[in-house]
């Protein structure tokens, strides 16, 4: 459990180095960990348990902490902050890699446009960044999170999107990888990563998306969980 200023008492994991730890203690925040019904360790060990292994081997810490179905709204950034505190209190770099799966790009691209700072890297498996497009403004889960009407997300949309929010990302450099299949129907690539990588490539920004034919957004795919390039690129840009 982890004591959280901003939201009480929540599961959490760190899965610390397997060995050695890398010059710097290197960690990757991740997104979303979504503890099982029946408690006990988040449910992450199918989705990157793969990403996991291969960073911890090589000195990087990986840590998440379980907030619900948040959609990146303020509360939910404020214990991803209370994690990221108590990570760099107990020593770990203030420069984290971001890891978003699904709907956890909604957190990480929300909390890293907060912190453009103290992200060293973004890499993405069919990460949400279209709060439109994932889980739709009609949600009423993503109306309760943010405590907003349909009307009043649409209106807030330009400011609050996370497509929108990549700015200053992307003024201190930081680089950014996704992997996303072409037919995923769940989180469609075109208002997704292809979007941001438009807005990116649009600000200076660096990002690689890598498309993947005819893939959709369930299973455990070789390319989605096991990419070598995107273990590399975390490797590369957080230690």
């Keep these: 459990m982890f004591a959280s200023a901003s939201g009480g008492e929540r ?14 203690r290197p960690w990757v925040m991740y997104a979303p960990t979504l503890a099982p019904d029946a408690g006990g360790t ?12 291969q960073w911890r081997a090589a000195g990087i810490a990986c840590a998440g902490v379980d907030i619900g179905d948040n ?17 760099v209190a107990a020593g770990y770099s203030t ?26 890297c973004i890499a993405g498996v069919y990460p949400a960044g279209d ?4 889980p739709g403004l009609s949600s009423a889960g993503l109306q309760a999170a943010w405590g907003m009407t349909e009307a009043e997300l649409s209106a807030a949309l330009p400011t609050i999107n996370p497509v929108n929010r990549l700015a200053d990302l992307a003024a201190n450099g930081v680089p ?4 996303h299949g072409d037919s995923d129907v769940v989180v469609p690539i075109g208002p997704n ?3 941001v990588k438009n807005n990116y490539d649009a600000l200076s920004g660096t990002m690689t998306l890598e498309i993947i034919p005819g893939a959709g957004h369930s299973g455990f795919e070789q390319e989605f969980f096991f990419n070598s390039a995107l273990v590399a690129f975390v490797i590369n840009n957080c230690t």
């Design 131 to 134: 709060l439109a497009s994932f």
């Design 95 to 120: 420069t984290p890699a971001m890891l978003a799966r699904s709907r956890g790009g909604l957190m990480i691209y929300e909390w890293a446009a907060d912190n453009p700072t103290k992200v060293s």
């Design 176 to 179: 950014i990888y996704h992997v």
């Design 11 to 24: 599961k959490a994991f760190i899965y610390h180095p397997t060995g050695v730890a890398a010059p710097g």
């Design 71 to 87: 959609y990146g709204a303020p509360p939910g950034r404020l214990i991803y902050t209370d994690l990221y505190n108590a990570m």
């Design 193 to 195: 990563s292809q979007t």
């Design 42 to 53: 988040p449910d992450i060990e199918l989705a990157v348990g793969g990403y996991f292994q």
